[in-house]
């Protein structure tokens, strides 16, 4: 519980709702309609993990390292591909979070790429988007060698691993946050998000944000803009499965409703998928049906059901 409460100190938020009851969820697409039937996930495949690899360039401040799962599939064609990246507070944790997510998503017919990337304090943001860039580069580079298709890679992330990615998808092509690693490379065909931090302006002044920016909403806000993935939605953000506990008080579910109907404004793929009586850290660890309904997602927009 010492955890939990360090967690929402530092977010500067108000109560911490661990509630284990209520296993149900919500489904909305943005078609407007609820919980449509979802789509069966392909046969289960065993995976070979590979020895991890650095994916960081010669020079670069930290020797990050990717973990790499390939399917084991009898197909010799090019295979989707899926960069999957760990919460922690952007200052924390590690790739192991991540572990059975990757297992399930190798299983698909994903080859899986979970990484680690740059903490904060001593790294200030965009550092670890840079990071994310540079992995992005990496599988570009090393998409012959195993057999990815680039034009079929997906992200997958919780909480602050869910803001990296969200901000990969959506403001690594153009703009600011594009240079000087980002581009065309950084394209994700989809994205699965839990947990996500959408609009950093919403927080109070806690230590993890400010951490993470070097300063409060008064003193930087133009960085607070800038790491807010909401603020960069354009009709090129890629479709997007959302899924939020509705009581997380961590990072309360508006962020996840606000993100998800901001993207449905403009007519991009999009489903959300709230967690009922879930708060941050159960919404994470008591996935139930979570995953297959993500899943499904992104084998839909990467085609593999077809």
Same mark, same amino acid.
């Given at each position: 519980?010492?955890?939990? +409460? %360090?967690?929402?100190?530092?977010?500067? %938020?108000?109560?911490?709702?661990?509630?284990?009851?209520?296993?149900?969820?919500?489904?909305?697409?943005?078609?407007?309609?609820? *919980?449509?039937?979802?789509?069966?996930? %392909?046969?289960?495949?065993?995976?070979?993990?590979?020895?991890? =690899?650095?994916?960081?360039?010669?020079?670069?401040?930290?020797?990050?390292?990717?973990?790499? @799962?390939?399917?084991?599939?009898?197909? #010799?064609?090019?295979?989707?591909?899926?960069?999957?990246?760990?919460?922690?507070?952007?200052?924390? &944790?590690?790739?192991?979070?991540?572990? !059975?997510?990757?297992?399930?998503?190798? $299983?698909? $017919?994903?080859?899986?790429?979970?990484?680690?990337? &740059?903490?904060?304090?001593?790294?200030?943001? /965009?550092?670890?988007?840079?990071?994310?860039?540079?992995?992005?580069?990496?599988?570009?580079?090393?998409?012959?060698?195993?057999?990815?298709?680039?034009?079929?890679?997906?992200?997958? $992330?919780?909480?602050?691993?869910?803001?990296?990615?969200?901000?990969?998808?959506?403001?690594?092509?153009?703009? /600011?946050?594009?240079?000087?690693?980002?581009? =065309?490379?950084?394209?994700?065909?989809?994205?699965?998000?839990?947990?996500?931090?959408?609009?950093?302006?919403?927080?109070?002044?806690?230590?993890?944000?400010?951490?993470?920016?070097?300063?409060?909403?008064?003193?930087?806000? !133009?960085?607070?803009?800038?790491?807010?993935?909401?603020?960069?939605?354009?009709? !090129?953000?890629? /479709?997007?499965?959302?899924?939020?506990? !509705?009581?997380?008080?961590?990072?309360?579910? #508006?962020?996840?409703?606000?993100?998800? +109907? *901001?993207?449905?404004? +403009?007519? %991009? /793929?999009?489903?959300?998928?709230?967690?009922?009586?879930?708060?941050?850290?159960?919404?994470?660890?008591?996935?139930?049906?979570?995953?297959?309904?993500?899943?499904?997602?992104?084998? @839909?927009?990467? $085609?593999?059901?077809?």
């Amino acid at each position: 519980m010492r955890v939990f +409460q %360090t967690i929402r100190r530092s977010l500067g %938020t108000g109560g911490l709702a661990l509630l284990l009851g209520g296993c149900g969820a919500t489904h909305l697409a943005t078609n407007g309609e609820p *919980a449509a039937a979802q789509m069966p996930l %392909t046969p289960s495949v065993d995976s070979t993990p590979i020895e991890a =690899e650095r994916y960081a360039p010669a020079g670069w401040p930290e020797p990050l390292t990717a973990r790499v @799962r390939l399917p084991d599939t009898s197909s #010799d064609g090019l295979r989707p591909a899926a960069l999957i990246v760990h919460g922690g507070g952007w200052r924390g &944790r590690s790739p192991d979070d991540m572990e !059975n997510i990757a297992r399930k998503l190798a $299983g698909q $017919g994903y080859v899986t790429v979970n990484i680690e990337y &740059r903490f904060a304090p001593r790294y200030r943001f /965009p550092a670890q988007l840079y990071d994310l860039q540079q992995a992005m580069r990496w599988m570009h580079d090393n998409a012959e060698r195993f057999r990815i298709d680039t034009d079929r890679i997906v992200g997958v $992330g919780y909480s602050s691993g869910a803001h990296l990615i969200a901000l990969l998808a959506l403001a690594s092509q153009e703009g /600011p946050l594009a240079e000087p690693y980002g581009g =065309e490379h950084t394209r994700l065909a989809a994205a699965a998000v839990g947990g996500l931090p959408s609009d950093l302006l919403k927080f109070d002044d806690g230590p993890l944000v400010i951490n993470l920016l070097g300063g409060t909403r008064d003193e930087v806000p !133009n960085a607070y803009v800038q790491a807010s993935p909401i603020r960069h939605i354009t009709p !090129n953000a890629p /479709p997007f499965f959302i899924f939020h506990g !509705n009581r997380d008080q961590l990072v309360p579910v #508006d962020h996840a409703r606000d993100f998800y +109907q *901001a993207l449905a404004d +403009q007519g %991009t /793929p999009a489903k959300l998928y709230l967690q009922h009586g879930r708060g941050h850290i159960t919404s994470f660890l008591l996935r139930g049906g979570t995953m297959k309904a993500a899943m499904a997602f992104l084998n @839909r927009e990467v $085609g593999m059901n077809e």
